[in-house]
Nanobody
C-alpha cells in the first residue's frame, strides 16, 4: 500500500505565493516521477509540473517562470513553490507518484482571489 498526502493549499490574493508539499509513504521501492496536476471546475485534470528521480523537470506553459517544483528523494517528497499567482491558477491540486502505476493524493484546494 502506498499513500500520497498533499498539504499547503489555501486562499491567497493575486500576486501572492503558496508552497504545496506532498509525501508518499508505505511500501515504496523507488519512485520514478513525481508531479503536480490541477483540476479547475468544469475542466479536465492537467499537468502542472513534474520531476524525475534524477531531477529533470517539466512545466506546463502557463506556469513557466512562476512555479518551481523540487523533490527530496530521501523523504519521498515533492514540493511546488507557486509565485505570482493568478486567479486562473485556482483549482484543486493533486500530487502524483509514478511507481509502476500512478498513485494520487486526495487533492488540496488553491484559490486565488483577484
Amino acid at each position: 500500500q502506498v499513500q500520497v498526502v498533499e498539504s499547503g493549499g489555501g486562499l491567497v490574493q493575486a500576486g501572492g505565493s503558496l508552497r504545496l508539499s506532498c509525501a508518499a509513504s508505505g511500501t515504496i521501492f523507488s519512485i520514478n516521477t513525481m508531479g503536480w496536476y490541477r483540476q479547475a471546475p468544469g475542466k479536465q485534470r492537467e499537468l502542472v509540473a513534474s520531476i524525475t528521480s534524477g531531477g529533470y523537470t517539466n512545466y506546463a506553459d502557463p506556469v513557466k517562470g512562476r512555479f518551481t517544483i523540487s523533490r527530496d528523494n530521501g523523504k519521498n517528497a515533492v514540493y511546488l513553490q507557486m509565485n505570482s499567482l493568478k486567479p486562473e491558477d485556482t483549482a484543486v491540486y493533486y500530487c502524483a507518484a509514478l511507481m509502476g502505476r500512478t498513485y494520487w493524493g486526495q487533492g488540496t484546494q488553491v484559490t486565488v482571489s483577484s
